[in-house]
């Protein structure tokens, strides 16, 4: 049983990688984790910006976000960012949701984090 519940909302995609690190802490400490990719921050749901991102900054946001997927945090991706990005090739294992839709989630939450 999970000790709290987490939700991150992330709107920029360079905040990423510090908000992994962050939902990473707080699975392995057996709490209930939840990301929303809004705006900028929903590119990284995109396959192909994975691979920018291991060319341009040489690390591997895939192997991050697959190690947090292994832990059970859960990623959804607003829907309204997601169906408006053309040709974009949502990663295996996320969600799609509408914000009125996620924010029941968040207002479970014992803690709701913005970056």
């Given at each position: ?107 479970q939450a014992d803690a709701v984090?913005?970056?």
């Amino acid at each position: 049983m999970a000790n709290k519940k987490f939700v991150y909302f992330v709107s920029l995609s360079s905040n990423v990688p510090y908000v992994l690190k962050k939902a990473l802490k707080n699975a392995e400490e057996e709490n209930e984790v939840s990301i929303f990719f809004d705006l900028d921050g929903a590119r990284v749901l995109d396959k192909r910006y994975m691979k920018i991102m291991e060319r341009t900054h040489n690390m591997d946001l895939q192997q991050l976000m697959q190690q947090a997927m292994d832990k059970g945090i859960k990623f959804f991706g607003c829907q309204m960012n997601v169906l408006i990005a053309d040709g974009l090739e949502l990663v295996d294992g996320a969600q799609l949701s509408g914000v009125a839709t996620f924010l029941e989630t968040a207002y479970q939450a014992d803690a709701v984090l913005s970056y």
